[in-house]
T-cell receptor, first 114, second 109 residues
Framework: DGGITQSPKYLFRKEGQNVTLSCEQN?????MYWYRQDPGQGLRLIYY???????QKGDIAEGYSVSREKKESFPLTVTSAQKNPTAFYLC?????????????FGSGTQLSVL | QQPVQSPQAVILREGEDAVINCSSS?????VHWYRQKHGEAPVFLMI?????EQKGHDKISASFNEKKQQSSLYLTASQLSYSGTYFC??????????FGKGTRLHILP
């Protein structure tokens, strides 16, 4: 079945450590997105990519980095510069990169700080 | 800047109706609506495009008022399965979707 897969489901980060969240899709979608969700804050856009080898910052990109070397993969690295990384992270994709198309979401990764 | 959703939370009894509003400070190109159950991924409900159209399926519908820069989601004869947090996502012609803070809906039997 086609879908979007995030891993791991739970992740713990130590102080000063970089961690990478995986997002893979087999829907042949061009666009991919990373959102951060905190209680009462909704979904806030971190980074998005409309096409392979290109990506743009969202509203809260500081302390995060991404790559889009392959169409099906859009990993998110939470760097040590992100001082408050505890949150639920959601990856999403859409077919042609047009914003009048629905987003398909992964099941999310809960990141916590040790 | 996030779109503003209202109300923040709603408690209904099964069978009652609800309206959730989404207001933007900028001209809208499209509005997305999603519902999320706790700890799960958001699920797509519908997209409304610039043009003031109203869409819907079953007992959930939505309107898009381009002039007022707002959209409303209508839930009629609510069912227990409608419980969750509803998010509107707005697009302002810059190829990215910005979501509101959400409206928590709780349906009582």
């Amino acid at each position: 079945d086609g879908g979007i897969t995030q891993s791991p489901k739970y992740l713990f980060r130590k102080e000063g450590q970089n961690v990478t969240l995986s997002c893979e899709q087999n829907l042949n979608h061009d666009a991919m997105y990373w959102y951060r969700q905190d209680p009462g804050q909704g979904l806030r856009l971190i980074y998005y990519s409309q096409i392979v080898n290109d990506f743009q910052k969202g509203d809260i990109a500081e302390g995060y980095s991404v790559s889009r070397e392959k169409k099906e993969s859009f990993p998110l690295t939470v760097t040590s510069a992100q001082k408050n990384p505890t949150a639920f992270y959601l990856c999403a994709s859409s077919p042609g990169g047009q914003v009048n198309e629905k987003l398909f979401f992964g099941s999310g990764t809960q990141l916590s700080v040790l | 800047q996030q779109p503003v959703q209202s109300p923040q939370a709603v408690i209904l009894r099964e069978g009652e109706d609800a309206v959730i509003n989404c207001s933007s400070s900028k001209a809208l190109y499209s509005v997305h609506w999603y519902r999320q159950k706790h700890g799960e991924a958001p699920v797509f409900l519908m997209i409304l495009l610039k043009g003031g159209e109203q869409k819907g399926h079953d007992k959930i519908s939505a309107s898009f008022n381009e002039k007022k820069q707002q959209s409303s989601l209508y839930l009629t004869a609510s069912q227990l399965s409608y419980s969750g947090t509803y998010f509107c996502g707005t697009e302002w012609g810059d190829d990215k979707i910005i979501f509101g803070k959400g409206t928590r809906l709780h349906i009582l039997p």
